[in-house]
Structure formats: C-alpha cells, structure tokens
C-alpha cells in the first residue's frame, strides 16, 4: 500500500512539473512574441520619421533654391538723405542689389522751400514736369522684386519717379514701396503710379524713423 501511494505520489509531481514547465514555455513564446512585435512597430515608426524627416528637408531645400533664384533691388529717390538712408537699411535686410535715381539736376535747399516759389513745388503743379535723371537705370529691368522708395511732396511722390517709371520697364516686377514724408501716407502716390503706369505694387508704407527691427518685420510680412 505504501508502494502504491509512493507511486501515486511521484506521478502527481512529475504531471505537476510538466505542467508548470509548459506553462513557462507558454509564457516565455508570449513575452517573445510581444517583443517582437513591438520591435517591429517601433522599426515601423523609425522608418516613417525618417521618411518625414527627408521630405521635410527636400522641402526645405527647394525653398531655399527657389528663394535664391528671386532676384531684388531697391530703387530710391532721395533729396536729402533721409529716403537714402531707409533704402540702404532696405538693402541691407533684404540682401539686395540698390540703386539710386540721381537727378541731373541735383536739388539745392532752395529748391525744396516749400513756402515759397521753389522748383518742387513748380514741378508738383506741372503735370508735364519730368525732370531728368542723370544715370542708367536698364538693369533694373531685369529684377523680379523692387523695393521703390521717394520722398513725399505735395501729398505724392515727386515726379522724377514719373520720369522712371516712363523710362524703364518695371511692369514684370512685384513692386513695395516705401517713402519717407513729414506727415502725410504712401496712399496717394501708390494709386497714382498704379494708375498712370499699370505698375504690380504689391504693398507700400511710410517709414519715417524706421528701425532695423521695423525693416525686417516689414520685408518679412511679404513672405
């Protein structure tokens, strides 16, 4: 009887023990399975980040060639110096090409006394006036940006722009204006050369006492 308990005994453990280790073995293809998969998964993402991540730099170099490919300049028109010295700050920011309309006739301090008979004011109230401009301008012609900067007299912009505009082709360009004036806007002026020349004035603004930080805000709102 003891035998046969002994025996009985010994199978149970044997059967317990099978058990048990086909449960481990169940338990460790599981926990296999599952760090395959998540391997796998993670591999998955890897690969797509990395695809993102090339897209987004071909995207970004294409923008980059395009960018460089967009030829700019500014063109101004400056009486005493304060147009000139926001166009070269134009010039500057914008990594640009400048050029200056110089009048064949300079403007003295007389001629700009608006209270009395002086050149400016005769010029502004002849509609005919095109004063002479001294140097060639052709190569503006071929830019795809200007940045077309004037003093502001009598409300508008002085009429040597008229003589630009009549002299040179800029019709293919985006244009932004810029001015500098005692008080009054850019308005007035933009209306007019879109009027009389069919110009693609793109935006245009008064930037008396501009600072490099209100450049750079403006040339970036055009991107």
Known sequence: MKKITLALTTMFMLMSFSACGNAEGSVSENNSQEVTETSEIQTEKSSASDVIEEETSEAETESTVNNDDVTTAVVYFSATGTTAEIAKMIA??????????IPKEPYSSDDLNYNGDCRANREQNDDSARPEIENDLSAVEDYDVIY????????????IIQTFC???DISNAEIYAFCTSGSSGIDT??????????????????????TSNDIQEWLLSHN
């Open 92 to 101: 500057e920011e914008a990594d640009s090409d400048i050029f200056e309309i």
């Open 166 to 168: 009549e002299g040179y």
């Open 148 to 159: 077309l900067g004037y003093p502001i007299w009598w409300g508008t912009n002085p009429k």
């Open 189 to 210: 002026s933009i209306s007019n050369l879109k009027d009389n020349y069919s110009l693609n004035i793109i935006d245009g603004k008064r930037l008396n006492g501009a």
